[in-house]
């Protein structure tokens, strides 16, 4: 019972894709409050599919998803809005907003029709500027900013619209190193400091194993999930990419180039 409480998401017997081409099936996992998670595999294995399957932007095929308890597809968009919130890798149509304009777009679940924002909403606003260090920038146009800028903006606009579930696709595209793992560490201290539950998409495996709290493995097979930790112990990684081209290091959690 406590279990069921704690659980954000649930997800039993998953199986997603297009029309009637199943991308991916007998996916299993839940996730408690203040959990990191990535969703890792190779080029086309589905991460995107079951990024936008789980966002309500296309129908599962089978099986059960459950936010706080409650099947995705009862949600009505506006409960759902106040639940859930989306990045996705496209780049927004509104770049010729402000930084501050757009985080702002993250109220709007809770604004009236006119888009008043109340003095909670603009302290929502603030806050999420000030986590995503975007103070500086708030008058500056969306289209003015760096790919990092920009992807900071997109979490800050999820992390104003204050919902339970924040879903990402490869929020780390194009940046270098040094932004990636910003980007990483202000997820990881959304989920532990504000209790979101985060859920993201990502080819910096490396990265996620040292960060997060939870890692799916889309494989096709399985779709093994779990602690970094025991994933790496149960082996995992290590089948993950064919051996003769990279083989994975259990002692540093890394993958090294087969010589
Ligand atoms: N709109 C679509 N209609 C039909 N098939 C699609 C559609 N979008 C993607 N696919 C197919 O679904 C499969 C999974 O694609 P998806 O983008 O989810 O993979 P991914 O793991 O995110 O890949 P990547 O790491 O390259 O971004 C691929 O075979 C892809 O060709």
């Known amino acids: 019972m406590e279990k069921t409480e704690k659980n954000i998401l649930s997800i039993s017997d998953l199986s997603i894709g297009y029309d009637s081409k199943t991308v991916a099936e007998r996916i299993n996992f839940d996730l408690e409050t203040g959990m990191l998670c990535g969703v890792v595999g190779i080029n086309g294995i589905g991460k995107s599919t079951l990024l936008r399957t789980l966002g309500g932007f296309q129908p599962k095929l089978d099986g059960n998803i459950r936010l706080k308890g409650q099947s995705l597809e009862k949600y009505t968009s506006s409960d759902l809005s106040k639940e859930l919130s989306v990045v996705l890798t496209e780049q927004p149509a509104s770049k010729n907003l402000t930084v501050q304009e757009l985080i702002a777009l993250g109220r709007q679940p809770y604004t009236n029709w006119l888009g008043t924002l109340t003095k909670e909403d603009k302290q929502q606003i603030q806050t999420s500027l000030?986590?995503?260090?975007?103070?500086?920038?708030?008058?500056?146009?969306?289209?003015e900013l760096s790919d990092g800028q920009l992807q900071r903006v997109l979490v800050a606009r999820a992390m104003a619209q204050d919902t339970s579930l924040i879903l990402?696709?490869?929020?780390?595209?194009?940046?270098?190193?040094?932004?990636?793992v910003q980007i990483f560490k202000m997820l990881q201290a959304l989920a532990h400091d504000k209790q979101k539950t985060i859920l993201f998409t990502t080819h910096e495996i490396e990265l996620a194993i040292q960060l997060c709290d939870r890692i799916l493995i889309l494989?096709?097979?399985?779709?093994?999930?779990?602690?970094?930790?025991?994933?790496?112990?149960?082996?995992?990684?290590?089948?993950?990419?064919?051996?003769?081209?990279?083989?994975?290091?259990?002692?540093?959690?890394?993958?090294?180039?087969s010589k």
Request: glycine letters at 6%.
């Open 130 to 143: 000030k986590a995503f260090l975007l103070s500086e920038l708030r008058n500056n146009k969306c289209h």
């Open 219 to 257: 494989d096709g097979k399985g779709n093994p999930f779990g602690d970094p930790c025991q994933l790496i112990e149960q082996k995992h990684f290590d089948r993950l990419f064919p051996s003769e081209m990279v083989q994975f290091d259990a002692k540093t959690g890394s993958f090294k180039i």
């Open 168 to 180: 990402l696709d490869e929020p780390t595209t194009h940046l270098d190193l040094y932004h990636k």
